[in-house]
């Protein structure tokens, strides 16, 4: 058969580490395939994806700022990605079709589960900073995995509140300065908001509110110990970083694209360390 042909498309895209990951993927696993970096214009992603059906690609992840456009220019999704309201995965049919996923979730978890062993979302509360995209995703993963309570701590209260009411009885809904409230008790503390970043601010949350067996995450992966992250540390808590949930939702990605997992035998995730170095 043909190369087959993948890719990510994001606006910004040059910093992605998904081509860093799938291509070590492919090598390690000696497949006949290659994995690119697209950088569609920021408002139109419905015309770049409508180029591509029925050709040679096989499939797109999607990151920021394309994921909700990404559903909506697709033909059907998975329940997840529907949930989600997004999709970081399109699948090109040979039908001219298009498929959206939302591997996201399964990347959370999967990172809990590798970084934080025995931790059970069932066991109390989960606490997500932040009320966009990956703040609806996450609180979506940890409902499904059983989670008692999904308490949404939000700057703006009234996205809080909607996002907690799409999630019905295990919802609840906090202000940014009613933190330490939500934080009692919990189980897990996920921060999803883009504070951190160079260009989004500090997250004015102490860590201190939380029980000792609590574990700390956080999406934000540049730097890999964010402030946040140094905090839970420094308190002693065990945590989770975003890194390891980019590998883990990278995973299922591949094994679409390419028709098998990703071979074990590649360490991604010290390359991926290393990228990151460099970009840095
Ligand atoms: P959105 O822009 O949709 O949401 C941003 C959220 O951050 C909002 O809730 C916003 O609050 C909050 N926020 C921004 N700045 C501050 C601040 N200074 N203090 C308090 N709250 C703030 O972004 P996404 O949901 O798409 O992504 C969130 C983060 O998760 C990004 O950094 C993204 O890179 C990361 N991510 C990582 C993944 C991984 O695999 N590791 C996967 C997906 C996302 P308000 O509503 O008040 O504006």
């Known amino acids: ?21 799938h291509n070590a993927w492919l090598e390690a696993a000696g ?25 040679a690609i096989r499939g797109l992840n999607v990151t920021l700022p394309f994921k909700e456009a990404a559903l909506a220019v697709s033909d059907r999704a998975t329940p997840r990605a529907e949930t989600a309201e997004a999709a970081n995965l399109l699948l090109f049919e040979a039908d001219g079709t298009i498929t959206a996923d939302n591997t996201d979730g399964l990347g959370l978890l999967g990172a809990f589960a590798h970084q934080a062993p025995g931790f059970d979302a069932r066991s109390g509360p989960v606490v997500i900073l932040g009320a966009g995209g990956a703040a609806r995703g996450a609180a979506a ?56 970043l160079t260009n989004g601010g500090r997250l004015d949350v102490s860590l201190k509110a939380t029980p000792e067996a609590a574990v700390i995450m956080d999406m934000v992966y540049q730097p890999l110990i964010t402030p946040f992250l140094a905090e839970a540390q420094a308190l002693g808590r065990r945590t989770v970083d975003g890194l390891e949930m980019l590998i883990r939702q990278a995973a299922p990605s591949f094994e679409a694209f390419f028709g098998r997992p990703p071979p074990e035998s590649a360490d991604v995730r010290s390359l991926a360390l290393r990228a990151l170095e460099q970009k840095t």
């Open 31 to 55: 497949l006949d395939g290659v994995y690119v970096a697209f950088c569609p214009p920021a408002d139109n992603f419905e015309r770049f994806a409508n180029g591509l059906r029925g050709g």
């Open 141 to 196: 993963a940890f409902k499904e995995a059983g989670a008692p309570q999904v308490r949404i701590v939000n700057r703006t209260l009234a996205k809080a509140e909607f996002v907690a009411g799409a999630l019905g009885v295990v919802g609840r809904a906090y202000a940014l300065d009613a933190s330490d409230e939500a934080l009692s008790g919990a189980a897990a503390v996920v921060n999803a908001t883009s504070a951190g």
């Open 1 to 21: 058969g043909a190369t087959v042909v993948a890719g990510v498309a994001g606006n910004p895209v040059r910093h992605s580490l998904s081509p860093v990951l």
